[in-house]
């Protein structure tokens, strides 16, 4: 690869992971403040306005139509962001923010396993070992060696609904090869704005069986540059850190840059006073050892042809 778009991808991936890490941490301590379903709704509300802007001002008012896959692109949007948003925020209420972020590590070996169920496609027996030995890590991670530790304080349901987060990007990321002939960013806004509406139509749900509550100017003004970090960072500069760069990179290079993400979280979390038993740091080092050979090696065949 040329040394200006290898630099130019190596930046791009720099900022996603500079948007990305923070969220996890962030978010488990706005929750109290601004509930999961506010904290989704408010999020995209901004992030897709921005986003539509964007595609317009880029590709021109054309891109902003479906093109006859409105449907297909609405039940993208609500599995990867009605469902992703849901289970994530509801789910970090109830775990901490360094499990989230080693179980959503899991995203690279979960898609090798959809791609083995839909397309018949076998992984590698390597692969498979590194799927084993990184949800080995995972598990390790969650209970620190007592499975009791998995279901104090609810958090087992909370890990739980972060896999199925997981499992809901997974889907939307693999949909997207289905969208041919619309660009990285067209794909995201108009996926985007369905799962907004369903994130929405979520939280008119929850407020009706009391399970939300509506914020007041009070409260979005005590987490106003949360909400700004959570709809311009994460969505916006995020995810267009990420699609510019896996462009640039290739998927597997970018897929092994975000492997970073866990460790900045441990850190972040370590500079806020958590103390962490070995037996964590020793199974997120594992997840990190077995995704990173898993890409290391994948690269290598690549190459090799």
Request: aromatic share 8%; proline share 4%.
């Amino acid at each position: 690869m040329a040394r200006g778009p290898l630099l130019a991808g190596i930046g791009w991936m720099a900022l996603a992971i500079a948007c990305w890490t923070p969220l996890f941490s962030v978010a488990k301590r706005t929750l109290p403040v601004l509930d999961a379903f506010a904290l989704g709704t408010v999020r995209y509300a901004l992030g897709v306005a921005l986003f539509v802007v964007l595609l317009a001002a880029i590709e021109g008012r054309a891109a902003l139509r479906f093109d006859g896959r409105w449907l297909a692109a609405t039940v993208v949007g609500l599995i990867g962001i009605t469902g992703f948003n849901l289970f994530i925020w509801i789910g970090l209420g109830h775990t901490r923010p360094e499990h989230a972020s080693i179980i959503l590590a899991l995203q690279s070996p979960l898609t090798a396993l959809a791609v083995w169920w839909v397309h018949g496609q076998r992984p590698a027996p390597f692969t498979l070992g590194c799927v084993a030995v990184a949800i080995a890590g995972v598990v390790l991670v969650i209970t620190k060696g007592d499975p009791a530790n998995a279901l104090v304080g609810g958090s087992l349901l909370g890990d739980v609904l972060i896999l199925c987060g997981a499992i809901s990007w997974v889907i939307y990321t693999l949909a997207a090869s289905r969208f041919r002939g619309w660009s990285p960013l067209r794909f995201t806004v108009l996926t985007c704005i369905p799962g907004a509406a369903g994130l929405v139509a979520a939280n008119l749900v929850a407020l009706a069986i009391g399970a939300a509550a509506v914020p007041d100017m009070a409260t979005l003004a005590a987490v106003w540059w949360q909400i700004l970090y959570f709809s311009v960072g994460t969505v916006v500069l995020g995810v267009l850190g990420f699609n510019a760069g896996a462009r640039s990179l290739g998927p597997l290079n970018a897929m092994l840059m975000l492997n970073l993400i866990p460790v900045g979280v441990f850190a972040i979390e370590a500079a806020l006073g958590r103390s962490f038993a070995a037996l964590e740091i020793a199974g997120a080092a594992v997840v990190i050892a077995a995704l990173v050979a898993n890409n290391l090696y994948l690269r290598g065949l690549r190459t090799s042809r």
